[in-house]
């Protein structure tokens, strides 16, 4: 089929008339793996000839403890010659150190409880096929490492369920007819782990330092959410020859259509998120959560193609295809929870932000593009021993939740404000008691930004969905019986890439600024340190942040690759290959 950009297809046994199946299963724990952390990094600062090394001497890498695999099908007839199944299983359990947390053990669980087919042939032309597949992931300590604790690590438990029902039909010798209808349904929970009886020691408002993106032990994260996704789609082709054209055609033509619709929950504990430099206050996000908000992708899409043999040796590919996205979201609701601890503070910002509201139904981009394909194989000695082959072909980018969620006003949203330490020369707009936590909105200083979509993000009336192009050709030839060299070159780019503008606050960096960096070892007042200038903006300047396709934003790729296969013959193969990518972004 002729699908916008790659594809990957995968055919589930249907089962047949004999039953059949298999078992597989595997088991290792700590006794049976190596610990291969190099001595270079089992100190602190300790470069290696390249240059590398730790800050934190480590005593083992992600090691695992245990791990354990079980794997079974079985497949058969329900009817003979008519009904065929197919059920598979699968568990794999692993536990696994963490790397430098030793006495840290995370388990990642990956569980396929059932997959599921029934083929159904009703006549010689026309069969039924019925699909369902559960997935399901637990990762109890997800994140945690020597910068993220017990106390901010997430727990995971997530599941996806793709399911489809097809029919397919001969119609007569020439045309194939498949027609399917699917839905995805995904679950994807990041909650805390206290929630869970994993961590039962101090619980606050979650804190960094952004000097080294270490979060306070004791506090939460920033990143919870439960996000629910549903994808019902349909999908119709035909498939038809016809021979004495200028040379034979296989024509398909397709239709598909689909809803992709996103619920996100988010929330956060305490709904605020400290921002420190260092020993000293810096920056707190206020929030307003809980929130969820509800975004929706309708798709739709027509393609034709060709394959057209024009002679024994020349075999043409063309192809169209008509994509219409349109990024929406249904009539929702909130109310945040708002900060007892700014129930008097009369901000106007900070009162709109906390207002419920109702958001009414818009549609915040509707596109419409044309993608072409082009390519050829063509026999170039004649003697079926060399081929040389070229394509060219475009592509356009699924949006998926990327556009609605930023302008919905129902998402997840920050305020972020200046929270510094008092001190002789500052005695308002500080942390008054020196508790280091918000107590009213007296110790809140400068606004400094909005973060996150929830409104603050307007999307561009004009955008134009971004383009991937390829350009490709290769030569292949086979030098004796099972053994072939390939040259090939692979141009792509990317055009209209999407991005983030602020229109106000672009050419307001006119304010010279000073940073001095610590250097490599990471501690002022040392031999490394350096400083160099650069610019901030003026205070008080406004926000407009619009996602648009902002000029410039561009990339390129170039591959050459060189390649010498043998196929499997007498017992061995070999797959060889040498490349070199070359990238540009702007």
């Avoid at 995968?10 to 004999?18: A, C, E, F, T, Y």
């Avoid at 032309?125 to 019925?130: A, K, T, V, Y």
């Avoid at 972020?416 to 809140?444: H, K, P, Q, V």
């Avoid at 205070?539 to 390129?556: H, I, K």
Wanted: hydrophobic share 35%.
């Amino acid at each position: 089929a002729f699908a916008g950009g790659a594809v990957l297809s995968i055919s589930v046994k249907s089962g047949s008339d004999r039953l059949s199946g298999n078992w597989y299963s595997d088991y290792q724990n700590d006794s049976m793996i190596a610990n291969n952390v190099p001595s270079f990094l089992q100190t602190a600062n300790t470069r290696d000839d390249d240059g590398f090394f730790t800050r934190t001497p480590l005593q083992r890498g992600n090691q695992i403890q245990k791990q354990y695999d079980l794997n079974g099908n079985i497949g058969g007839p329900i009817w003979k010659g008519k009904i065929w199944g197919f059920y598979s299983y699968r568990l794999n359990d692993q536990y696994k150190y963490t790397t430098g947390l030793p006495s840290n053990i995370e388990r990642s669980k990956l569980t396929n409880p059932y997959t599921l087919k029934l083929t159904y042939q009703v006549s010689q032309n026309n069969q039924l096929i019925g699909f369902i597949n559960k997935r399901q992931k637990l990762q109890d300590k997800r994140g945690i490492s020597l910068t993220t604790p017990l106390s901010a690590a997430y727990y995971q438990s997530s599941e996806n369920t793709p399911m489809k029902a097809e029919w397919t039909s001969i119609l007569g010798s020439r045309a194939f007819l498949d027609v399917l209808v699917g839905n995805w349904w995904n679950f994807f929970p990041l909650r805390p782990v206290r929630d869970f009886d994993l961590y039962d020691g101090p619980w606050g408002p979650g804190r960094v330092n952004l000097a080294n993106s270490q979060i306070f032990d004791g506090g939460a994260n920033n990143g919870y959410q439960d996000q629910k996704r549903w994808k019902p789609q349909g999908y119709v082709s035909l498939s038809y020859f016809k021979d004495g054209w200028a040379g034979s055609h296989d024509f398909k033509v397709g239709y598909d259509i689909k809803r992709d619709r996103r619920e996100l929950f988010r929330d956060q504990p305490f709904d605020v998120f400290y921002r420190d430099n260092g020993a000293a206050l810096s920056q707190v996000d206020v929030y307003n959560t809980s929130v969820t908000g509800t975004n929706d992708v309708n798709y739709q899409a027509a393609w034709i193609n060709d394959t057209w043999k024009l002679t024994n040796r020349l075999t043409a590919t063309v192809g169209l295809r008509f994509e219409y996205y349109k990024d929406e979201w249904p009539e929702q609701e909130f109310s945040p929870n708002g900060i007892p601890a700014l129930a008097g503070f009369n901000d106007a910002r900070y009162q709109e932000f906390m207002a419920p509201r109702t958001v009414d139904a818009r549609v915040v981009a509707n596109t419409k593009d044309l993608s072409p394909r082009v390519g050829f194989a063509y026999d170039l000695t004649g003697d079926n021993r060399t081929v040389v082959k070229a394509y060219f072909g475009q592509s356009r980018w699924n949006s998926a939740d990327e556009l609605a969620d930023k302008e919905n006003p129902v998402g997840l949203a920050q305020l972020r404000y200046a929270f510094l330490d008092c001190t002789a020369t500052r005695t308002t707009g500080c942390d008054l008691n020196g508790n280091r936590l918000l107590d009213s909105g007296a110790e809140l200083g400068a606004f400094n930004t909005t973060v996150g979509g929830a409104g603050f993000v307007r999307i561009d009336r004009d955008l134009n969905r971004p383009v991937s192009n390829e350009i490709s050709t290769n030569v292949e030839r086979e030098i004796t019986n099972g053994l072939s060299a390939r040259v090939s070159y692979v141009y792509k780019n990317m055009r209209d890439i999407w991005g983030e503008d602020d229109t106000i606050r672009n050419g307001s960096f006119t304010v010279p600024f000073t940073v001095s960096d610590p250097g490599v070892d990471g501690v002022a007042g040392t031999g490394d340190d350096q400083t160099f200038q650069t610019f901030d903006r003026a205070a008080n300047v406004g926000l407009d942040r619009v996602y648009t396709n902002p000029e410039g934003y561009d990339a390129d790729f170039q591959s050459v690759e060189v390649a010498l296969n043998r196929r499997m013959m007498g017992k061995w193969m070999l797959l060889t290959s040498a490349g070199m990518t070359w990238s540009k972004m702007q």
